[in-house]
Nanobody, 128 residues
Framework: QVQLVESGGKLVQAGGSLRLSCVAS????????MAWFRQAPGEQRTFVAA????????SYGASAKGRFTISRDNAKNTVYLQMNNLKPEDTAIYYC?????????????????????WGQGTQVTVSS
């Protein structure tokens, strides 16, 4: 198993930037593809971005392309989400997810799956 703890969410003005972090503890971090999802009030959880085990390949949801960058540091057991040019519609709780790499396909399937591990989330609020 792996335990995930997100941080970095806060209130920011539109046009600003934030970097979210997710630290993993437990089993081998490199055994997991890592991803970010988000959930706005009253909406379903949606895919933001994913990175495969080595950090070489990434995948993005439509809302993130061109503005967000996902990366990972396997030496620090950490995955990051750099968010630029934030918009009010980016307001949501951002969740980190770990998906066992063995047996999965790439590109990342952008939906929650049985066997995924989740953090508790970090709140991002973008004011207009």
């Amino acid at each position: 198993q792996v335990q995930l703890v997100e941080s970095g969410g806060k209130l920011v003005q539109a046009g600003g930037s934030l970097r979210l972090s997710c630290v993993a503890s437990g089993n081998n971090f490199q055994a997991y593809a890592m991803a970010w999802f988000r959930q706005a009030p009253g909406e379903q959880r949606t895919f933001v971005a994913a990175v495969e085990w080595s950090g070489t390949s990434t995948s993005y949801g439509a809302s993130a392309k061109g503005r967000f960058t996902i990366s990972r540091d396997n030496a620090k057991n950490t995955v990051y989400l750099q968010m630029n040019n934030l918009k009010p519609e980016d307001t949501a709780i951002y969740y980190c997810a770990a998906r066992p790499w063995e047996g999965m396909y790439w590109p990342y399937e952008p939906v929650a799956k049985a066997g995924d591990y989740w953090g508790q989330g970090t709140q991002v609020t973008v004011s207009s």
